[in-house]
């Protein structure tokens, strides 16, 4: 089993990024899916989960301005991160509890400029 990232980039304050990340390989069942951040030196926070009945949970300080969702048929989660500012700047990570174990992606980076 594998999660493969995308979707990070540059973009100005104020604007918009979609994040998406793709299980693939063995799969049988995804119980849980998720987004976390981390910044240098610091530790991997929840950004946003969704679980296989489709309820989320957000980290209270983002929910107002991300989305989290997923594409059961693609195996496939996405983070909606609308009015980005430079505080959100930082490496972002997908992972997935698939078939009774947890998986990480490579984690993508989203720079926010001032």
């Known amino acids: 089993v594998q999660l493969q990232a995308s979707g990070g980039g540059l973009v100005q304050a104020g604007g918009s990024l979609r994040l998406s990340c793709a299980a693939s390989?063995?799969?049988?069942?995804?119980?849980?899916m998720a987004w976390y951040r981390q910044a240098p030196g610091k530790q991997r926070d929840l950004v946003a989960d969704?679980?296989?009945?489709?309820?989320?949970e957000y980290a209270d300080s983002l929910k107002d301005r991300f989305t989290i969702s997923r594409d059961n048929a693609k195996n496939t989660v996405y983070l909606q991160m609308n009015n980005l500012n430079p505080e959100d700047t930082t490496v972002y990570y997908c992972?997935?509890?698939?078939?009774?174990?947890?998986?990480w992606g490579q984690g993508t980076q989203v720079t926010v400029s001032s």
């Open positions: 992972s997935a509890y698939i078939n009774f174990a947890t998986y």
């Open positions: 390989g063995s799969i049988f069942s995804i119980a849980r």
């Open positions: 969704i679980r296989s009945t489709g309820r989320t």
